[in-house]
């Protein structure tokens, strides 16, 4: 099955409100109108509002990264699936490596924002992967498996057919470092047999899977032409507009 590729961009605790309206003007210009490659861009918060405002008319989506699963009450500086429809945002980051080391994100909490992001009509982007010590202790399917059986734990599969999974390879992210082509798609078909085992085969082939490690314009076209990466989700090159668009060419 051919699937369409998807770029997403990660902006995480980057860009004022006016750099990131620079940032998305940008973007509009070089990609705008692009639409054999799906485009996402994931601005801060606060940011949200003024991205998404610039991305109109356009083929980039807006997405959001992160979001809190109740959906509404005492939950200080959290934001609801609600909130981030009312700017007009379509996908959202789950469960992102950050998320999971710094913020004590575990499979549970994945597991109900995906089931919140999937009742509010939005379309999870469900991050896996593991750590430089986990890959050395030879853990990498043990973590993997569980973190995609964690997040689809309940999940219909028709719902399941709206998701994207990126695989991060913690150690390769904003170190510098990147997996091989071999090691990336090893990983990708891994977690596809995973979601086989989980669903069907047919929904194995039909949901794609990025890949979020330090992928940059130099190294893109090597490893969106591997047979299972069905694009990037972007970090640092994201905040770039010609570094971005440099990995959307070859998808």
């Known amino acids: 099955m051919a699937r369409k590729k998807f770029i997403a961009g990660n902006w995480k605790m980057n860009t ?17 109108k692009i639409a054999d ?7 801060p918060y606060t940011n949200l509002a003024a ?6 008319g356009s083929t980039i989506h807006l997405g959001a990264q992160d979001v809190h699963w109740e959906a509404k009450g005492a939950y200080t500086g959290k934001v609801s699936t609600a909130m981030l429809k009312s ?11 950050e998320q999971r080391s710094y913020f004590n994100e575990t499979d549970e909490t994945v597991n109900k924002k995906v089931k919140a992001t999937l009742a509010a009509g939005l379309l999870p982007i469900i991050c896996v992967g593991e750590t430089l010590d986990e890959r050395k202790k030879g853990l990498l399917h043990a973590v993997v498996e569980r973190q995609v059986k964690g997040a689809y734990s309940g999940i219909s599969e028709a719902d399941a057919l709206k998701t994207t999974i990126a695989y991060e390879p913690v150690w390769a992210i904003g170190t510098g470092e990147v997996a091989t082509p071999t090691q ?59 570094d971005f668009l440099g990995i959307i060419k070859p998808a």
Do not use: W
Request: charged letters at 20%; aromatic letters at 4%.
């Open 37 to 43: 490659v799906d485009i996402a861009v994931c601005p």
């Open 87 to 97: 700017v007009c945002v379509e996908y959202v980051i789950v469960g992102h490596s």
């Open 184 to 242: 990336a798609n090893e990983a990708h078909i891994f977690i596809r047999s995973i979601v086989e085992a989980i669903y069907s085969k047919q929904v194995a082939e039909a949901v794609r899977i990025q890949y979020g490690g330090s992928m940059k314009p130099d190294n893109a076209k090597d490893l969106l032409a591997l047979s299972d990466v069905d694009g990037g989700l972007i970090g640092g090159a994201a905040l770039k507009a010609p």
């Open 16 to 32: 004022t409100i006016e750099e990131a309206r620079s940032l998305a003007k940008s973007l509009v210009d070089l990609a705008g």
């Open 51 to 56: 991205v998404g405002e610039i991305l109109k």
